[in-house]
């Protein structure tokens, strides 16, 4: 089945370390989307690709950085995480109006 | 830019009983909706989306939405409440950015359900 697909789904890091969390789709969306949610808020936009274009929204902090290396990929990097970087990250995708999400990743901040 | 409005944070019913989950929306054209649900720790799953066919939208777990444009609203049911529908639902509104759409999340209504 086509799908958006998240790796891990549960991540720990330590205060100040890099990571990297990672999303693939089978769905062939030229769009990749990635989100951050807080806990009990709702999902709010980080940056998007539209093919290869990259689009951040204005209140995204700098520690957050995102990579396209192809149509299928998309790494979200964390270059110094902090404590509130805790949270869901979500992974979505779209073309011409068809959305995919993916199950997300759960990042702990120790 | 789009926005979309849950208007009850917190849902309670017994179980049988309906539910009724309220969503509006502001749009400057024909939007696609959507409604997820999210069970604790868990991401997020598809109840049902509008992509302005009928009106009247049928999804899983024997939930539906209605679309009333005149209302601007999309507001969620389902007959009778089960024990597994307890969970985070969120309405979701599609919108056009500089760079194409993206997804415009409310909220989020939790539903708790009581035997």
């Known amino acids: 089945d086509a799908m958006v697909i998240q790796n891990p789904r549960y991540q720990v890091t330590q205060f100040g370390k890099p990571v990297t969390l990672s999303c693939s789709q089978t769905?062939?969306?030229?769009?990749m989307y990635w989100y951050q949610q807080k806990s009990s808020q709702a999902p709010k936009l980080l940056f998007h690709?539209?093919?290869?274009?990259?689009?951040n929204e204005a209140d995204t902090p700098d520690n957050f950085q995102s990579r396209r290396p192809n149509t299928s990929f998309c790494f979200l990097d964390i270059r110094s995480p902090g404590l509130g970087d805790a949270a869901m990250y979500l992974c979505?995708?779209?073309?011409?109006?068809?959305f995919g999400v993916g199950p997300g990743t759960r990042l702990l901040v120790l | 830019a789009q926005s979309v409005t849950q208007l009850d944070s917190h849902v309670s019913v017994s179980e049988g009983t309906p539910v009724l989950l309220r969503c509006n929306y502001s749009?400057?054209?024909?939007?696609?909706l959507f409604w997820y649900v999210q069970h604790p720790n868990k991401g997020l799953q598809l109840l049902l989306k509008?992509?302005?066919?009928?009106?009247l939208v049928k999804g899983i777990n024997g939930f539906e939405a209605e679309f009333k444009k005149s209302e601007t609203s999309f507001h969620l049911t389902k007959p009778s409440a089960h024990m597994s529908d307890a969970a985070e639902y969120f309405c979701?509104?599609?919108?056009?950015?500089?760079?194409?759409?993206?997804?415009?999340f409310g909220k989020g209504t939790t539903l708790s359900v009581s035997s």
């Open positions: 979505a995708t779209s073309r011409d109006g068809e």
């Open positions: 769905l062939n969306h030229n769009v």
């Open positions: 690709y539209y093919d290869k274009d990259f689009n």
């Open positions: 749009s400057s054209y024909s939007p696609s």
């Open positions: 509008y992509t302005s066919a009928a009106t």
């Open positions: 979701v509104v599609s919108d056009r950015t500089q760079a194409g759409t993206a997804l415009i």
